[in-house]
T-cell receptor, first 114, second 116 residues
Framework: AQKVTQAQTEISVVEKEDVTLDCVYETRDTTYYLFWYKQPPSGELVFLIRRNSFDEQNEISGRYSWNFQKSTSSFNFTITASQVVDSAVYFCALGRNRDDKIIFGKGTRLHILP | GAVVSQHPSRVICKSGTSVKIECRSLDFQATTMFWYRQFPKQSLMLMATSNEGSKATYEQGVEKDKFLINHASLTLSTLTVTSAHPEDSSFYIC????????????FGSGTRLTVV
């Protein structure tokens, strides 16, 4: 079965704090993809990162960083020095290589308080 | 970069009428398009996968006669919600891939459908 679990439903932090969003996935595929998306209140889905199952290197992009650990089936997302504009719902997702379907987690609603 | 344009962004329709939502790839050819539905404060659920020139593949539990998908060209896919009911009110969003395996990058801006 393919599944993405985002255990944190809602998180609130004060601006400038670091925050980590957790993502745990389940799959029997050996080749798969992992994604993170941001969905601001306006609703559009903003692509943040795509990772394939063979690339476990951590990624840093500005204030964003991702930690992919196959041993624990986790793909966590950290925002450093959070800003109010980071407030949104963040989705972790799992993509299947064989048919390109993407399965989304339930999302984590992040509130950055000024 | 690849851009997907989705229209309309918002639509209100009367119960029993049909609504068409368009998803266009503006600067690339989309071999495959995906349609998702998102109820308020919930996750995105894949409804169907459409490949240009062939019938769409629907996910389990999605009524293909109610949600008609047409992918007649490499730049346009449409989703028609037929005989809409209030329970069809939702956020519909499309995604497109340029070539097999190159997916997940590009989503439309979504359509908020309200059926009254």
């Amino acid at each position: 079965a393919q599944k993405v679990t985002q255990a944190q439903t809602e998180i609130s932090v004060v601006e400038k704090e670091d925050v980590t969003l957790d993502c745990v996935y389940e799959t029997r595929d050996t080749t798969y993809y992992l994604f993170w998306y941001k969905q601001p209140p306006s609703g559009e889905l903003v692509f943040l990162i795509r990772r394939n199952s063979f690339d476990e290197q951590n990624e840093i992009s500005g204030r964003y960083s991702w930690n992919f650990q196959k041993s624990t089936s986790s793909f966590n997302f950290t925002i450093t020095a959070s800003q109010v504009v980071d407030s949104a719902v963040y989705f972790c997702a799992l993509g299947r290589n064989r048919d390109d379907k993407i399965i989304f987690g339930k999302g984590t609603r992040l509130h950055i308080l000024p | 970069g690849a851009v997907v344009s989705q229209h309309p962004s918002r639509v209100i329709c009367k119960s029993g009428t049909s609504v068409k939502i368009e998803c266009r790839s503006l600067d690339f050819q989309a071999t495959t398009m995906f349609w998702y539905r998102q109820f308020p404060k919930q996750s995105l659920m894949l409804m169907a996968t459409s490949n240009e020139g062939s019938k769409a593949t629907y996910e389990q539990g999605v009524e293909k006669d109610k949600f008609l998908i047409n992918h007649a060209s490499l730049t346009l896919s449409t989703l028609t919600v037929t005989s809409a009911h209030p329970e069809d009110s939702s956020f519909y969003i499309c995604s497109a891939s340029t070539v097999p395996g190159n997916y997940g990058y590009t989503f439309g801006s979504g359509t908020r459908l309200t059926v009254v």
